[in-house]
């Protein structure tokens, strides 16, 4: 006997949703230009899709009981015609409001961008970085030298601008 697989629709009457989808709007400026648009869905960090914005504006409740709020980061595409990933996380959540630098963390790392496997991190003593959130999921990242590792370990190329995101529900 064959097994049909099934689908979204036959399962649940075609309400299946991903969740909620963030537009990231990129505006950046220095060693590269970045300036576009992408979409990408809302992470929820726990393994379960979210319902609205509303509960991705709220951040994801940890084992620890510390909430964290994660930027969208794997985008659907290029952001004109370039390659981009973005890395932040806010430690320590507290719902919508301004984050400053010292919140923003990321997976294993520092807050950073990626254009085109260029990483352009944040650094303690050079980088301005704060983060808002809005209560509709949306916000913005403004930032001052996000820079590359340059020799001997110090901030070479840098960029600055803001990435910029408005929340849809599905």
């Known amino acids: 006997m064959e ?6 629709e036959a399962d649940n009457g075609g309400d ?6 963030v537009t990231m709007t990129f505006d950046l400026d220095g060693a590269t230009t970045l300036k576009g648009k992408q979409t990408a869905l ?4 726990n393994g379960t ?3 609205s914005c509303g509960e991705y504006a ?3 409740k940890r084992d620890d009981g510390k909430t964290i709020f994660a930027m969208a980061g794997l985008l659907d595409g290029n952001v004109s015609d370039r390659k981009v990933t973005v890395e932040l996380w ?15 963390v ?4 520092r807050p950073s961008i ?7 991190g944040t650094w303690p003593d050079t980088t301005s970085s704060k983060v808002t959130t809005s209560g509709d999921g949306g916000g913005a990242w403004t930032f001052k030298k996000l820079a590359t590792t340059g020799p001997g370990g110090l901030p070479d190329d840098a960029v600055s601008g803001s990435i910029k995101w408005t929340c849809q529900d599905s």
């Open 90 to 104: 806010i430690d320590d959540y507290a719902g919508p409001g301004d984050y400053p630098k010292d919140q923003l």
């Open 58 to 60: 709220e951040g994801t």
């Open 42 to 45: 809302a992470p929820s960090l």
């Open 3 to 8: 097994e049909s697989p099934i689908t979204a």
């Open 16 to 21: 299946f949703s991903l969740g909620p989808r």
């Open 114 to 120: 990626a254009i085109d496997n260029v990483i352009y």
């Open 49 to 51: 899709f979210l319902k």
């Open 106 to 109: 990321a997976p294993g790392s």
